[in-house]
Every structure is written in C-alpha cells, then in structure tokens.
C-alpha cells in the first residue's frame, strides 16, 4: 500500500461542475502540498496545509490531520484546470517528499 | 523574481557525453531535491540535500552526481550519459526546520534527450 494514495486517478469533467480529489496518507507529517502540472509543463506549487482550509480563487483545498486525509475542491471547472493534480507530503524523517500518483484532469468545454 | 531557476530547458546529449544541469534559488531554502519525471510517469528522486555541504541518495541516483556548496546552488552532473537517462528533470526547494515546513517550489523543468 503506497503511503500517499490519492482518488480518482483519472477525471473527466464538463466544464462548470464542481470537482474533487481526494488524498489520503498513512504516516505523520507536518503538512501536506497541492501541486498541478499541466501537460508538458512545469509544477506549480497550489496550496501547502497544515490544519483547516485554504482557498484561493476557484481553488480549495481541506485537510482532517485526525483522519489523515486532504481535499482539493475545484468550483466551476474550466477547460484550463486540466492538468495533472499531486498530493505530497514531506517525511519529517528523511525530509524527503512522497507524492501521490497524480490525478488526470480534463475538463471538456 | 524570486524561485528556483534551471538551465538548460532543453539538451541533446550522445551517449556518453557529460553534462552539469544547473539550479539555483534566491530563498535561502536549505532544502533542495533533483527528481526525474519519465514520460507520464511520477516525480522519481535522484538526490537531495538538507542544507550546504549535506547531500544524499534518493531512489535513482545511479549515473548522477551532485554537490552543495553553497545554499543557493545545487548541480547536477551526468556522467557517461545513457538513452535510459532520456527525460525531464525537475529541481526543487523549500524551507523546513523538521517540525515546520513552507510551499515547495519547483524549477521549470529541463527536458534532456540522450542520442
């Protein structure tokens, strides 16, 4: 079992629905990051959550540290949100990050 | 503007040809990481360092060679290149003092093709 999972591994949306991405952990950490990576394309850092929630634009992003599990909530999807989504958490071990396996994004227009 | 800066963003290499991929941040991060990214596959870890003069293997470090000398700069070198060595890298940088840690941020990537 990989200690980051994340669901669903692929996506398909029409554009304006409301999506969501689920990413859940199994070892201890001291935050968690959102990364996007569209196709070709560099990794942009989204969110970086310790406890609660953030919101940035259309961008949300939850985490239940008890539960050890985090959200990324996209309201009113556009065709420019396709891209790949990465949860990560850092070991606080090693310091190194392990990432989820990425969630393929399309939203069709 | 401040963040990770990566050169080159494209290189063709033969085999068996060296090459330094540079990385530099301005941010005072004492993190920073060298991944592998192979066609629609995930991040793989090359080598990492906890700060100037520290560095360590990561998963895939075989053909690679790195150095930290300063806090800044993180290079690094391929050796004898490989066709298997065909792929995106990508470095990385953050701040952390093990129970607190900051947003990561990556460099744009350079796409490396072996001949």
């Known amino acids: 079992k990989n200690e980051v999972e994340q669901s669903p591994q692929n996506l398909t949306a029409q554009e304006g629905e409301f999506i969501t991405i689920n990413c859940s952990y199994s070892v201890g950490i001291s935050a968690l990051h959102w990364l996007q990576q569209h196709p070709g394309g560099g990794i942009v850092s989204l969110f970086m959550l310790s406890s609660g929630k953030k919101k940035h634009g259309r961008l949300i992003a939850t985490i239940n540290i008890q539960e050890k599990h985090s959200s990324l909530h996209i309201t009113a999807s556009h065709p420019r949100d396709s891209a790949v989504y990465i949860c990560?958490?850092?070991?606080?071990?090693?310091?190194?990050?392990?990432f989820g396996t990425g969630t393929r994004l399309k939203v069709l227009a | 503007n401040a963040g990770v800066t990566q050169t080159p963003k494209f290189r063709i290499l033969k085999i068996g040809q060296s090459m330094t991929l540079q990385c530099t941040q301005d941010m005072n991060h004492n993190y920073m990481y060298w991944y592998r990214q192979d066609p629609g596959m995930g991040l793989k870890l090359i080598y990492y360092s906890v700060g100037a003069g520290i560095t360590d293997k990561g998963e895939v470090p075989n053909g690679y060679n790195v150095s930290r000398s300063t806090t800044e700069d993180f290079p690094l070198r391929l050796e004898l290149a490989a066709p298997s060595q065909t792929s995106v890298y990508f470095c990385?940088?953050?701040?952390?003092?093990?129970?607190?840690?900051?947003?990561?941020?990556f460099g744009q990537g350079t796409r490396l093709t072996v001949v």
């Open positions: 990560a958490v850092k070991d606080p071990g090693t310091y190194k990050y392990i």
């Open positions: 990385a940088s953050s701040y952390g003092t093990g129970a607190r840690d900051t947003e990561a941020f």
